[in-house]
C-alpha cells in the first residue's frame, strides 16, 4: 500500500521552514521563506519581522491510498499542473532568493508534496474548472504548507489560512462543531472565489491579487493609490508593502519556477498519481466519528486528517453531511453505514433535571450546545423543569481518544506562565478584557497561556489557565509579526479629547494593557501631548 504522512498534532512554527539543524548552527539561510512546520522542533526566524507565525502539525500521519506498493506512476499530477504554468518570471533578487531556499531544501519540497497528495489532485480540477491560473495550486504551499491545520495567531486557519471573517463572507461555516476553514473542500471554493474577486478588484493583475490576499485588499489599494499620485509605476514590485508580502509573491513564483523546470535547479518533484485517490461521501445526518473511523476501517487520526473541519466527537448535526474517505476503503464505508440504524449513528444518554440546572449548564456537561439539547428534545426555548428527562447525544467512546482539534490545540500549544497558577472558569458575560483586569494581566497573555487566539470567543464553562507572574516588558522599537498579523510597537501622542478607551478602541487593544505598558493610573487623566508606547496590530486599525 502506498501511504501518505498528514499531520495531526500540533505544535508552534515561528515562520520558517524546516530549517534542518546544520542550516541553523552554521547561519546559512537567514532569511527562510514559507510558513510550514517540521518534525516538530521549534524554530526561531532569525529576523521577527520577515515572516509570520503559524502554528502547524507537529507529526504526520501515516494513510494508505494507494493500491500496491512502489506503484509506478505513469501520470504524474506534476506533469499536468506544469503544462499549465503561465505566469511571467523575473529573475530579480526576491524571486532568485526565494528560488535557491526551495532547491537547498529537498528533503521539505518531498514532505509537503507528500502532505497534499490526498488533496491536490482535488484542487487541480477545481482551478480547470473555474480557468484559474495553475500557479494557485502551489498557494498552499506558502500559506500553509499544505497543512488544513495551520492555525495562525492572527486567527487564520486552514489549508488556505482564512480569517474568521473572510471566510464567512466567501461561505465557509463556522460554528461549535464545524470549521469551514479547515475543510479542504469548502475552503478551496471560499478561496477560489475569494481570488476571482481580488483579480477583478486589481484589474486583472494576479501578481497584486496574490499580494491583496496575503495583506489585504484595503493596504495593496492604499499603495496603488500612493504611486500613481507620484507618478511611480504601480505595479507590484514598485509599491510599499510589509515585508511579508513583499516575499510572499517572489515565493510562489520561485515554486512556479521549480516546478516548471525542476531539473535545472537539481530538484526532484516526489510523484503523485494524477488521479482522485479520496471520495467524499454522504452520509445523511449527524454521525459519530469514532463510529465512521471503525466503519471505513481507518483510526480517528486518519478519518480526522482527511476531514479537518470537524472541531467535536462527531459531524455538525445540521450538516455537511460529507465525508472524505479513501477511495479503496470507500465501498466498505458504504455498505456499513447502510447498515446502521439511524438511532446507533449517536449514543444518547437520559438525564434527569436537577436543580440550579440550566440547558447551558447540561450542555457544557455533555460536551454540547444548547441548540442540539433543544433540538433532541422539541424544546421551543430555554425553560426546563428539575425531576424531568432530556435525551443527550453523546460520544461512543472516551473523549480523550477523539483528539478533537481543539484539544490537540490547547494541548500542544499553551505556554507556560511564571508565578502562580490559577484555573479561572469562565462565567455568563465574561470578556479576556474583563478576566485580565481581574488577574492583572493581558488578555493577550491568556490567549497564549491557554492556546488560542485572543480573538476567540470563550466559552460559559471553559476552564482558563492565568499566571498570576510579571510578564517580559516591551522594548522600544521591537518588531514582531504575528500571524496573518503585523505587530508594531508605537508612540502615541496623546490628543485633546483622548480618555483610555477611545485610545484603547482605536488601536484594538486593552485598556490594561496601556495602563501595563506606560505604567500608568486609570484614575490619573491624559494630559494632551502626552506620550504612550503601545503595540499594535498595524493590520486591524
Not at 506533469?79 to 537547498?104: C, E, G, M, T
Not at 472565489?193 to 483579480?199: E, P, V
Not at 436537577?354 to 421551543?380: M, P, Q, W
Not at 481518544?401 to 465574561?430: C, F, M, P, W
Request: net charge positive; glycine share 6%; proline share 4%.
Amino acid at each position: 500500500m502506498k501511504k501518505i504522512l498528514f499531520p495531526i498534532s500540533l505544535t508552534l512554527m515561528v515562520g520558517c521552514q524546516n530549517l534542518d539543524d546544520q542550516a541553523l548552527k552554521s547561519g546559512a539561510d537567514k532569511i527562510p521563506p514559507g510558513k510550514m512546520a517540521s518534525n516538530g522542533d521549534i524554530y526561531e526566524a532569525l529576523l521577527a519581522d520577515e515572516t509570520a507565525k503559524v502554528i502547524h502539525p507537529k507529526a504526520d500521519v501515516d494513510i494508505e491510498l494507494g493500491d500496491k506498493d512502489n506503484a509506478i506512476i505513469s501520470d504524474n499530477v506534476w506533469d499536468r499542473v506544469r503544462s499549465q504554468l503561465h505566469f511571467d518570471i523575473p529573475q530579480n533578487k526576491k524571486v532568485i532568493a526565494q528560488r535557491n531556499w526551495y532547491a537547498k531544501h529537498q528533503s521539505y519540497l518531498d514532505r509537503v508534496a507528500k502532505r497534499s497528495e490526498p488533496f491536490i489532485h482535488h484542487i487541480v480540477e477545481e482551478l480547470e474548472k473555474h480557468n484559474m491560473p495553475m500557479e494557485l495550486v502551489l498557494l498552499p504551499v506558502v500559506e500553509s504548507a499544505y497543512d488544513p491545520f495551520a492555525y495562525s495567531h492572527g486567527s487564520a486557519s486552514g489549508m488556505w489560512q482564512f480569517l474568521s471573517g473572510t471566510g464567512k463572507q466567501f461561505g465557509l461555516q463556522q460554528d461549535w462543531w464545524y470549521d469551514g476553514r479547515r475543510d479542504v473542500a469548502a475552503s478551496t471554493q471560499a478561496a477560489i472565489k475569494f481570488l476571482k474577486y481580488l483579480h477583478k478588484r486589481f484589474d486583472g493583475d494576479w501578481l497584486l491579487a496574490l499580494a491583496a490576499y496575503n495583506s489585504g485588499e484595503g493596504r495593496v489599494s492604499k499603495a496603488v493609490k500612493y504611486n500613481a499620485r507620484k507618478g511611480k509605476p504601480t505595479d507590484f514590485w514598485n509599491l510599499k508593502l510589509p515585508r511579508e508580502t513583499r516575499d510572499y509573491v517572489p515565493k510562489l513564483l520561485a515554486l512556479a519556477e521549480i516546478v516548471k523546470s525542476p531539473a535545472d535547479f537539481n530538484v526532484t518533484l516526489y510523484a503523485i498519481d494524477n488521479k482522485a485517490v479520496i471520495s467524499s461521501v454522504d452520509i445523511g445526518s449527524q454521525l459519530d466519528l469514532a463510529l465512521a473511523a471503525d466503519l471505513s476501517g481507518l483510526t480517528i487520526n486518519e478519518l480526522h486528517a482527511l476531514n479537518p473541519g470537524f472541531n467535536r466527537w462527531a459531524t455538525a448535526p445540521n450538516g455537511p453531511h460529507q465525508l472524505l474517505i479513501p477511495n479503496n476503503k470507500v465501498e466498505k464505508f458504504k455498505g456499513e453505514l447502510a447498515k446502521l440504524d439511524d438511532k446507533d449513528r449517536l449514543s444518547w444518554q437520559r438525564y434527569k433535571i436537577k436543580n440550579g440546572d440550566s440547558l447551558s449548564v447540561i450542555a457544557n456537561r455533555f460536551n454540547t450546545t444548547v441548540t442540539v439539547v433543544k433540538e433532541a428534545n422539541n424544546l421551543k426555548n430555554n425553560s426546563i423543569r428539575a425531576g424531568r428527562y432530556l435525551l443527550i447525544p453523546t460520544a461512543t467512546q472516551s473523549l480523550d481518544r477523539y483528539k478533537t482539534y481543539e484539544q490537540v490545540r490547547v494541548a500542544k500549544l499553551s505556554k507556560k506562565g511564571t508565578g502562580t497558577k490559577i484555573t479561572h472558569t469562565v462565567k455568563n458575560g465574561d470578556t479576556l478584557w474583563d478576566i485580565g483586569k481581574l488577574y492583572k494581566v493581558s488578555g493577550k497573555n491568556i490567549a497564549k497561556w491557554n492556546g488560542f487566539a485572543p480573538k476567540d470567543m470563550l466559552r460559559l464553562g471553559q476552564k482558563l489557565t492565568v499566571w498570576t507572574g510579571k510578564s517580559a516588558p516591551i522594548k522600544t522599537n521591537q518588531t514582531a509579526a504575528v500571524g496573518n498579523t503585523i505587530m508594531r510597537n508605537i508612540n502615541y501622542k496623546v490628543r485633546s479629547g483622548d480618555s483610555l478607551d477611545r485610545i484603547a478602541n482605536k488601536f484594538k487593544v486593552s485598556i490594561s494593557d496601556i495602563e501595563k505598558w506606560n505604567n500608568l493610573n486609570r484614575k490619573k487623566y491624559l494630559q494632551p501631548g502626552q506620550l504612550l508606547k503601545l503595540s499594535v496590530n498595524i493590520t486591524s486599525i
